[in-house]
């Protein structure tokens, strides 16, 4: 397994309960420039004109700053000459393993997470903005009205840390064109923040090392550097330490969409409740799973999936149990809940077998959608 490097506990601001996970103060940009509309922003797109509510309860907006200093005689979204925009395609993930450990002191809980990067992927692109504009954001796809267009949004908190990072005014009009579900456990918000970093990174020329890169990430949330790296990953600490896990061939995936989310910190506390008192074993990488992905053997990785969230998950959201249930009626080889839900993964056979699943999923009316994709995918890329 080789080590990816950069993403260290000690450089985490990121907040347990209800506090700002905002890794981005001091750049005092909290107020989005209203009206700016990157080109890429479809009809349906929403725009950074009003505040709405943050992240969920983990996750709560960071306070707003002051707007930005205007440059004399500019004035907010006028690009300057030259610069072109810049689009990056970031992946969603599932948790293969996901064991949970005990609650730390910081509040996070330390984890063995091995991430899998599938084909599902949000699109996030770094427009010119004029100096003082501040960083504004625009949002479409299925589930973007439920996107905060303020610090909340963490593309917002990711542009903001890396022009503090670099002294610099973080002028820019941020898009994204969602496709990852929100709040469904498959890491969206963490997408659009790798995916901000590298556009913003490219647009302004700032170059960036990859290990600051990844530092920056762990900042922004736990599951961040993943979002960067995609692949095949184990997560420790808090799921911010990454070590590559090899991985052989495609697996073939469904995953089965729900109507609305789950909030992540909820599912953890969830969790932490239904454990009680009991003592928690230090969570462990389990090897059958790390040689199933190695050999890529599906029917091996089916046999070894496992969410220490699952639990909390399914009382939070019981309906979920039918639509594993209808996922394994259905044929495939097994289901999980990804991450802390609501959205539920299963592993196919083959590629007719995972399109046959989905097909039979939407029929079952256990799910909003289902989708058919495979995996290993590549980490954020710029296209
Ligand atoms: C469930 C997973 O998606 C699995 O990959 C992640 O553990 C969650 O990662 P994330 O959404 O990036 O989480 P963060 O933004 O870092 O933290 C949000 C909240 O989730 C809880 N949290 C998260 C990660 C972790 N190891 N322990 C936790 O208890 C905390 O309540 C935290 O305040
Ligand atoms: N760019 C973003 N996209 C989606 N949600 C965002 C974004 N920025 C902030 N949020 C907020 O974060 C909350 C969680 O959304 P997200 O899609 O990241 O959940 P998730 O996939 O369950 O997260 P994870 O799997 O990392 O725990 C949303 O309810 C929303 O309020």
Redesign the pocket.
Known sequence: MGSFTGASTGASSAAPTGSSAAGASGSGSGSPAAGASPSASGSASRSASGRS????AG?APGAPGNAPARAPGTSPGTAPEGERAVTVRVPA?VNVQLAVGGVRPDGFHDLANVFLAVGLYDHVTAAPAGPGAGCAVT?EGPGSD???LDR????VRAAELLAAHHGRAPDVRLH?A?D???????????A??AGALLACDALWGTATPRHVLLELCARL?S?VPFSLVGGAALGRGRGELLTEVPVSGTFHWVFALADG????PEVYRACDRRRGAAPVPEPEPDPALLAALREGDPRALAARLANDLQPAALALRPSLADTLAAGRAAGALAGLVS??GPTCAFLAADADAAAALAASLEASGTCRAARATTAPASGAVLR
Do not use: E, H, Q
Request: with cysteine; proline share 8%; net charge positive.
């Open positions: 509510p943050g992240r969920s996750r993930k949002c439920r996107v905060p909340g949004n963490l593309a994204i969602k990852i579900p929100v709040a469904g456990g498959m890491a969206g918000g963490s659009d923040a949330g599951d989310g789950l909030s992540t991450g802390s």
